[in-house]
């Protein structure tokens, strides 16, 4: 527990329109989005870096761990925080998630003079642990539905992950053929325009990557294609 155990709650909240969008998406009402929110808010609060979902220093909470906290299923889960990326409320880095703004809303001025010194230390010791530990590239069970890619794919299609294991699959392929959001939008623009089928991010697989690597939508020559040219 932190030294500070309270934090900012506006009241501008229950008229927000965000909340009503989310309830519609994932299925519940406003007032159990809005708890959902409320308890997210508390666990970084209480987090040793506040605004964050941390654990320890060095744990984070995962995918299950949020489960667990909000009593929801894994998928309802992943939808809830899904929704909250695309409304920007949540976002996810390295496989922690950060609440978008904390630091706008809740005021250093309410800190004691104790938790401004520790919430410096936590900094330092983060920054040395972010120098000398790089995050492994299958540390991803969060950022498989709320990495750069799939949040991309749900706004532009405005599909929601299910199949997740072929989801993971299709955003974990692009991302290593380094497909970026543009790619996937013009392969997505593509199909749509020849009247084919977006079921899921497999859907787009080889277009993107074809994308990719030819941009412009130019044909590459062959051997054949150099004849008389040399």
Known sequence: MTSLPWFRFYSEAIGDIKFSKIARTCGMSK???????????????DSPE???LYVTLQERYTIDDVTELLGFTKRKTQKFILSLVKMDM?????GVFYIVNWDKRQYASDNSGDRVRKHREIKKMKQVSNVTVTPSDTDTDT????????????KETNITPYKLDQWDEATQTMTRAGV?????????????????????????VKTAIAEHANPNGRKKRGMRGMEGLV
């Open 180 to 204: 970026t959001c543009e790619n996937m939008k013009s392969a997505i623009k593509k199909l749509n325009d020849s009247n084919m089928s977006i079921t899921g991010p497999w859907s787009i």
């Open 31 to 45: 007032p159990e989005v809005m708890g959902a929110w409320l308890m997210i808010l508390c666990a970084a609060s």
């Open 90 to 94: 949540l976002k996810c880095k390295y």
């Open 143 to 154: 950022d498989i539905y709320t990495g750069e890619i799939s949040t991309a794919f749900t």
């Open 50 to 52: 506040r605004g964050s």
